[in-house]
Nanobody, 126 residues
């Protein structure tokens, strides 16, 4: 049974930093592309960042480019999202997602991903 468990969320002031983690189990982690999405109240879930299964390829939403960094440790079955220069508009529940792949593809659409975590709340105060 695949499980994704996010952690690291919290309350931070604007300009601050947080590091989210997503621990995966029940899968061969190195065979999965991984991504972070977020959902603010009353809004659709949106793409934030994605990594190919080796971490060689990454992709970011324009809104977070240059501020957020996705990385992964395949030995520890964990994907990270380092968030710097946080803004109030970054406030949302952040979800990690996983999709099996043989290649080095980076997926950016919600429906590309079969497995999801429960989410972790990030609140940025102004």
């Amino acid at each position: 049974q695949v499980q994704l468990v996010e952690s690291g969320g919290g309350l931070v002031q604007a300009g601050g930093s947080l590091r989210l983690s997503c621990a995966a189990s029940g899968l061969t982690f190195s065979m999965y592309a991984m991504a972070w999405f977020r959902q603010a109240p009353g809004k659709e879930r949106e793409f934030v960042a994605a990594s190919s299964r080796t971490g060689t390829n990454t992709y970011y939403a324009d809104s977070v480019k240059g501020r957020f960094t996705i990385s992964r440790d395949n030995a520890k079955n964990t994907v990270f999202l380092e968030m710097n220069s946080l803004k109030p508009e970054d406030t949302a529940v952040y979800y990690c997602a996983a999709q099996f792949t043989y290649g080095s593809t980076v997926y950016t659409r919600k429906d590309n991903y079969a497995y999801w975590g429960q989410g972790t709340q990030v609140t940025v105060s102004s």
